[in-house]
């Protein structure tokens, strides 16, 4: 196996397997999705127009509505625009990224107990071929399965607020590839950021790897946050924390690091995977180069603002 890492054939033959196994899954995933998108969409819709039908009902009796925010949602829906559009698609950007880190911290689920764990190893497949099968299940598939209900529960949301207010149209479908495509091109990455950081995390914690992950993340957002605060606020002057930094250099560092933790995430993974060392060990190399990393992020938090403000 070893001299033979990978093999179509044989990489085919277990992804023909895997998909078998797993495929219940995915329209169970995508009947949730859908559900809970369309639970959102709706609350989000009705709220809006319900304040212009209660504004149109307070004007027919001869009285001025409290707000007149209710002018503005009409002129919008009179040119065919409606104002919940990057509330949704930011709404959307948001569950997506959830849904890959819970997605991501299933990567190892058939290695959680001694039995399944054992079959897992001893598979004849190899290493590479396996972690190809799971990727494409587990990253690779949730992004048209996701996008797809969310458009789905978009024309839903219009279906319904239109059933229960047919008297006042404001609901138009969202533009996913014109003006609302900017920011799903920034969340998207984000997203995959995230998982191969959950992906990690499911390496180190065999039960209950998405809150505990999740903490983690958390706890070490917060320490960065905490890090240039203070470096900020105690070395440098506090109004410096508003210095402008030209877009073209902080997309830079932005898509830099989203490519970084991507590669950073499943390759350490996939070096741990090869290893068989899902059980859980915190001393091997891959722990110690993880530490590093974290280390070397927070020296970014104490450099950084220094750098911005001596240069830009």
Request: contains cysteine; proline residues 5%; charged residues 15%.
């Amino acid at each position: 196996m070893k001299q033979n890492i990978f093999n179509p054939t044989r990489c085919a033959n277990y992804l023909r397997k895997d998909w078998t196994e797993n495929s219940i899954l995915l329209p169970l995933h995508f009947v949730l999705i859908y559900s809970g998108l369309t639970a959102l969409f709706f609350w989000m819709d009705f709220t809006k127009t319900q304040s212009v039908v209660h504004a149109l009902q307070t004007l027919s009796e001869g009285k001025e509505p409290p707000s007149g925010s209710y002018r503005i949602l009409l002129e919008y829906a009179a040119q065919g625009i409606d104002r919940n559009w990057e509330f949704l698609a930011y709404t959307a950007s948001i569950c997506f990224i959830i849904y890959l880190a819970f997605t991501g911290s299933t990567f190892f689920m058939a290695s959680k107990h001694k039995r399944e764990y054992i079959a897992d190893l001893t598979f004849p497949v190899s290493d590479m071929e396996k972690a190809i099968a799971r990727w494409i299940r587990i990253a690779l598939v949730p992004l048209p399965l996701f996008w797809t209900a969310a458009v789905l529960a978009d024309f839903t949301r219009i279906g319904l607020i239109h059933a229960v207010y047919p008297e006042v149209s404001l609901a138009f479908p969202v533009p996913w590839t014109g003006s609302c495509g900017t920011s799903l091109s920034r969340y998207i990455p984000e997203g995959y950021a995230i998982q191969a950081l959950f992906i990690l995390g499911a390496t180190y914690w065999r039960k209950k790897p998405f809150p505990k992950t999740l903490s983690c993340l958390l706890l070490l957002g917060l320490l960065s946050f905490a890090v240039l605060y203070f470096n900020v606020r105690f070395f440098m002057d506090p109004i410096r924390s508003y210095h402008p930094i030209p877009a073209q250099w902080s997309d830079g560092w932005f898509y830099g690091t989203l490519t970084f933790l991507i590669l950073f995430g499943y390759i350490l993974s996939y070096i741990r995977m090869r290893r068989a060392s899902l059980r859980v060990s915190w001393k091997d190399a891959t722990t110690l180069t993880l530490l590093i990393v974290v280390l070397i992020g927070l020296s970014f938090s104490l450099w950084m603002p220094h750098f911005i403000v001596n240069n830009f």
